[in-house]
Each structure stands twice: as structure tokens, then as C-alpha cells.
């Protein structure tokens, strides 16, 4: 099993920065895909970016350039850095763990942070 806990979010103006971490327990996170999804009200919960276990990453096209996704594997922690937020940016922010088995993947959440971006 893997917990996940955010922590990091907040009220920020438009144009400044935050940081987002996530914490896992559990003994694979080293061999796992993370990510970082978010969910605006009335909205479906999109992909932010997420990192795999060698360390490469994706990102949505609405943050490339502003956001950056890392991982330490000997912590345990993947970290989202969100620089020149925008109002759009707001929304509740959760960490995600995808382990994949023989016949699907398996997604683990934590309880999600939220995000508030003033214009």
C-alpha cells in the first residue's frame, strides 16, 4: 500500500510562486510514476505533470515553462515548484502514485491540497 500527504498549498497573488510536496510511505515509490493532478470546481481532474521512475517527465501545455516537477527517491518526496501563477492555476492540487500490475494500473491519492490564485 502507499499513503500519500500534500502539503504546501495556500492563497499566493497572481505572478508569485509555490511549492508543493508530497510525502509516500510504502517500500516502491522508487519504482513508481508520480504525479501531480489538480480539479477546479465543476471541472474533471486533469493531469498537471508527472515524473517516472528514471526521470522523465510530462507536463500539461497550460504550465509548461511555469511549473516544475522533481522527485527525491532516497526521501520519498515529489515536489511540484509553480512559479508566475495565474488565476486559472486555482484549483485543489493531489499526488498521485500509479503502480502498473499484469492487467492494469493501480492509482493511489492522497487527500489534496488546494491552491487559491488571486488575480
Known amino acids: 500500500q502507499v499513503q500519500l500527504v500534500e502539503s504546501g498549498g495556500g492563497l499566493v497573488q497572481a505572478g508569485g510562486s509555490l511549492r508543493l510536496s508530497c510525502a509516500a510511505s510504502?517500500?516502491?515509490?522508487?519504482?513508481?510514476?508520480m504525479g501531480w493532478y489538480r480539479q477546479a470546481p465543476g471541472k474533471q481532474r486533469e493531469l498537471v505533470a508527472d515524473?517516472?521512475?528514471?526521470?522523465?517527465?510530462n507536463y500539461a501545455d497550460s504550465v509548461k515553462g511555469r511549473f516544475t516537477i522533481s522527485r527525491d527517491n532516497a526521501k520519498n518526496t515529489v515536489d511540484l515548484q509553480m512559479n508566475s501563477l495565474k488565476p486559472e492555476d486555482t484549483a485543489v492540487y493531489y499526488c498521485n502514485a500509479r503502480i502498473p500490475t499484469i492487467l492494469y494500473e493501480t492509482d493511489y491519492w492522497g487527500q489534496g491540497t488546494k491552491v487559491t490564485v488571486s488575480s
Open positions: 510504502g517500500s516502491i515509490f522508487s519504482r513508481v510514476t
Open positions: 515524473i517516472r521512475s528514471g526521470g522523465n517527465t
